[in-house]
């Protein structure tokens, strides 16, 4: 019988929450199991109180080095007997938490070189799957006891009392919660894989010129906050733009996207929020990010833009980033984002 599970994920926001899609059909195939996540101390706030996880277990960023690692990890599996551990990065830093878990009957990973002797059940990621499905067929193993219920939703939650006080700060910030919202990711954490600024700037003023919408930036840092400030000016400070509401921390991040009509923008971390939050989304993807890939399901109320819908691979082969880059036209995400905005801003109800 399988009783406790042990879900390893690492890295960043985006992984971590279209892996929630695992630990979501984990509960719904073993209603009676414990579900435990490994991810960063930094984005173990998203899980707080989720029903899909029992426990969240955050590693800090001095925790994930030499033998203050492999001390905790060897603590981790001694302190709980897990009859499953699912490994979803399977990296030579992950593999620890296999080594110190020969009893573990289902030691599941991914399909590669140096796991041959490690985990016994290892998995290719299937021909054409996006990456919530390529998570899900981690499962596959557990078909052996149970009936898997595979369920590519990968909701997250916040508490009403959240929600609440978050949405009084963006009235007090002058929001009309009556009007539609728009969560606009105009930047992103690397610089160079933003949507070049010319082009996010006549799409927004295409936005605030057509629909009445209020349009909120999200950023990060000194450098971002000085890209978001650009565009504030070369739009002329629209009214419908509202710089320097804050989203301090995860949890107002998703009182923010809970609360938004529509997100747009890069694609990133705050998209991946949006969706689990089932609000409708057109981002861009830069040259080297795999829209089909990353934006999982095949559904009218999540959609983006790519190189890839342009240019085939051969066809990019030779080309610069800058050229992939330029494939996304303004003319291009329009035809994508505007039937999108007909139908969601302009038939708009109040969702909270």
Known sequence: MIKNILVIRFRRVGDSVLAVALCHSLKLSLPSAQVHYVVNANIAPLYEGHPDIDRVIPFTEEEQHGMAYLKKVRQIVKETRYDAIIDMRSTVKTLPFALFSRHTPYLIGRK???????????LSTPEGADRVASNLNLMTPLSREVKIVR??????????K??????????EQGIDLDKPVMLCAVTTRI?????????????????????????IFNYAGEIEARAAHAYYDALDHHRSIFLGIEAKGLRQL????????????NEGGPRHISQAFDVPSFAIYPPGIDKHFWLPGNNERYQGISPDDTATAEEQKHMSYQERMALITVENVWAGLKPMLDQYLTNHENRI
């Open 191 to 215: 610089e160079g894989k933003s949507w070049p600024r010319e082009r996010m700037t006549e799409i927004l003023r295409r936005i605030v010129q057509n629909y009445d919408v209020q349009l």
């Open 151 to 160: 369920d590519e939703h990968f909701p997250l939650y916040i508490k009403e």
């Open 254 to 265: 998703c009182a923010l996207c809970a609360t938004s009509q529509f997100f747009f923008g």
């Open 112 to 122: 590669k070189w140096y796991t041959a002797f490690i985990h016994r059940y290892r």
């Open 162 to 171: 959240e929600l609440a006080d978050y949405r009084h700060y963006l009235q």
